[in-house]
């Protein structure tokens, strides 16, 4: 099983992962053209995509969802919450309900959704399996539960949230309702809090280790990594960065 990403931030997210002739989108922040040219430089075309799963409809993950299912005849996997977001005149075919606690397969992929605190209607995050090896990928929620927890012990790899460095949020730009909205149980996790998810779950297989969703305005690669080796207690250079221009490479999980 293998694993990269089209690109993750504020401006469109979108990761792919990858077993034998099975590839799933998760999620899709990025128009049409872009989203082809992304998956280009991976050495895929979109007729090669298996399923787009969704986590939660905010537009810089869901936006590009809809267009891009419906011109390549995608399936579309997301819980109902999240579902009422796409266009009317998007096929019933292609969309496929799931329950957020259910697992449910793709191909070779085991795809097992979960549910994390974050300000939209269903919102979950996932664990990709192939019956060796599991990959979490986990980019929007405002805190961390027991469940979550659970859910991301064991990975072989996992792509984490480090959206914010608090203190550069707090004495930023932003307006105090945004700060509040970012910082917040709903809101994004900081470097720290991903730093103590990583304390709290089992990491004794973990071979891949990705800070995502960092904001260009609140945060910068260096503190992501400084806050997840130390965590880990690991050299600065096995943390890896998920950029939203590039996303990041082909890794093996």
């Known amino acids: 099983m293998r694993f990269a990403s089209l690109g993750s931030g504020s401006s469109g997210n979108a990761t792919i992962v990858e077993r034998a002739g099975t590839r799933v989108m998760m999620d899709c922040g990025f128009a049409l053209g872009e989203t082809k ?3 280009e430089r991976l050495g895929l075309a979109p007729s090669q995509l298996t ?3 969704v986590t939660h409809e905010h537009d810089d993950h869901l936006g590009g969802v809809a267009r891009f299912a419906k011109r390549f005849a995608i399936p579309v996997y997301l819980t109902r919450g999240t ?10 075919s292609l969309v496929h309900i799931i329950d957020s606690h259910t697992v449910f397969a793709i191909g070779d992929l085991q795809v097992e959704p979960f549910p994390v605190p974050h300000d939209a209607r269903e919102p979950v995050q996932y664990v990709f399996g192939d019956g060796a090896s599991r990959v979490g990928v986990v ?9 979550v927890e659970e859910k991301l012990s064991g990975c072989d790899a996992l792509v984490l949230e480090c959206n914010h ?4 949020l707090m004495g930023g730009a932003y307006p105090v309702s945004l700060k509040h909205r970012v910082s917040g149980r709903f809101g994004h996790l900081s470097n720290r809090d991903a730093g103590a998810i990583l304390a709290n779950v089992d990491c004794s297989r973990l071979k891949h280790i990705v800070a995502a969703h960092l ?3 609140n945060n910068t690669p260096a503190l992501a990594i400084a806050a997840l080796a ?16 590039t996303g990041f490479d082909w890794r093996e999980a």
Do not use: N
């Open 37 to 39: 040219a992304r998956l």
């Open 83 to 92: 579902a009422q977001w796409l266009p009317e005149d998007f096929p019933l």
């Open 165 to 168: 460095d608090l203190d550069m």
């Open 51 to 53: 399923a787009i799963v």
């Open 230 to 245: 130390h965590a880990l207690g690991c050299e600065h250079t096995w943390v890896g960065i998920a950029q939203q221009e």
């Open 139 to 147: 980019t929007d929620l405002g805190c961390t539960t027991a469940h």
């Open 215 to 217: 904001s260009k305005q």
